[in-house]
Structures are given as C-alpha cells and as structure tokens.
C-alpha cells in the first residue's frame, strides 16, 4: 500500500486535534499532533525558569529537551525523556509556550525531522500550522480547518472545564486571539491556508457533521 499523507492546519483551537485524531481512527491511519511536540518544548522551558519569548535562552536549552511520540494502546503520548506529558502540555500557559517557542526557527528544526520522518514511514495524519506549507508540502490531502474565534474559545472552555481547569471565557479568548496573531505573524513559517488546500469552516458544524465533512474531502482525493 502507498504512503499516503495528510496534512491539517489551522488556528489554536479549531478543533483539529479532536477531528484528525478521529478521522485517523477511522482510516487506519497514525494520527501525528505536531502541536503537542512544540507543547512539549515550552513545557520544558517553563519548567526550568526559561521565559518562553527569549530566543537565546529557549535554543540553548533545545539540547536538554527529549521530546517523542509513543503510540501506547493505540493512542498518541507524547512524553518529556520518560514521563507522559500528555496532559500537562494542555493548559493555557502550555499553550502560549508553545506560541512564543515556535516562532524560532531553531525549535522548528530541532522537531522537523522528527515529524518527517514519521510522515516518510507510514501513511497518517498530520496537524499543525505549517504542515501543509512547509513540513507535508507534496501531502496527497491537505485541509485548512478553521472556526470564528468566539466558537473556538467556546470550545476550548469547555474542553478545560472537563478537565478540571474552568478558565473564564474573556481570558481563553483573548488567549486565542493573541495567538492568532502570533501565529499568523511571526516570521518563520507562519500560519496561512496553503494554495492548494480545502477550506472547511467548522463554526456551525457539531462534531459529526465536521468528521462527515473531512471524511468527504479526504476520499474524493485520496482513491
């Protein structure tokens, strides 16, 4: 069987993790977050007192950062030398640490071949900002999956508040939208739609209806 790939970007919070993680399942395909490896890093960079927005700083600790996926009962961990972040990395201070992180290119080699090497091997999955324009840019399907701000932080509240972190909407909010525009304006490889990939609007699709819309784009392209 070919290799096949398929690349998903779009903002924080758009629901990508959830619906390519799902999508894989049902596919039989390796569901690759890329999101959680740059999590990872500014994980570790806050649990050492490094200040996530200080380039010298976060590329001189990249050599202490063991960072790797585990597939562990069918299920993607990611995981810091050996303990299991895979929870720890979802908190909004994770989540702006892995904003600042990524802006520098550095960290962006540092996880690059990791994630291509993945995507060389075995036919899945992949989400992020720049999979489909920079990391997967020959990927047989690539999707620009988006929502208004508002629903994403609606989303995102709720997400936190099953896990036990209830955060106040104005502040996840305002969160997302910061890092929008982190995201869409930093210099190395910015969050942007690739030419050649399907935008899918998820505001007003429950979860079912956008699984059934992903389905559809990646089986009219992929025969």
Do not use: W
């Not at 970007?9 to 619906?19: C, I, M, Q, R």
């Not at 009962?73 to 201070?93: K, W």
């Not at 996840?172 to 995201?183: E, H, K, P, Q």
């Amino acid at each position: 069987m070919p290799v096949v790939n398929i690349a998903i970007d779009g903002p924080a919070g758009a629901g990508k993790s959830t619906l390519s993680k799902a999508v894989s399942a049902a596919l039989g395909y390796i569901y690759v977050d890329t999101g959680a490896l740059y999590r990872a890093v500014g994980l570790h960079m806050l649990r050492h007192g490094i200040d996530p927005k200080n380039a010298d700083a976060v590329c001189a600790a990249l050599a202490d950062v063991r960072v790797s996926l585990r597939f562990v009962d069918g299920q993607q961990r990611v995981f810091l030398g050996e303990e299991d972040v895979s929870d720890a990395i979802r908190t909004p201070e994770a989540s702006m640490a892995a904003s600042d992180v990524s802006a520098f290119p550095p960290v962006r080699d540092f996880l690059f071949s990791l994630q291509r090497d993945i995507a060389a091997e075995s036919s899945c999955i992949m989400d992020g900002r720049d999979i489909g324009t920079v990391v997967l840019p020959n990927a047989e399907v690539k999707v620009f999956l988006t929502a208004s701000p508002e629903t994403r932080a609606e989303r995102r509240c709720k997400e936190l508040a099953e896990k036990g972190m209830p955060t106040p909407y104005a502040d996840v909010l305002a969160d997302i939208i910061r890092r929008d525009y982190n995201d869409s304006h930093r210099a190395v490889a910015p969050l942007r739609q690739a030419d050649d990939a399907v935008l899918l609007d998820t505001s007003d699709l429950d979860f079912d209806a956008a699984f059934a819309a992903l389905i559809q784009i990646i089986k009219e392209r992929v025969q």
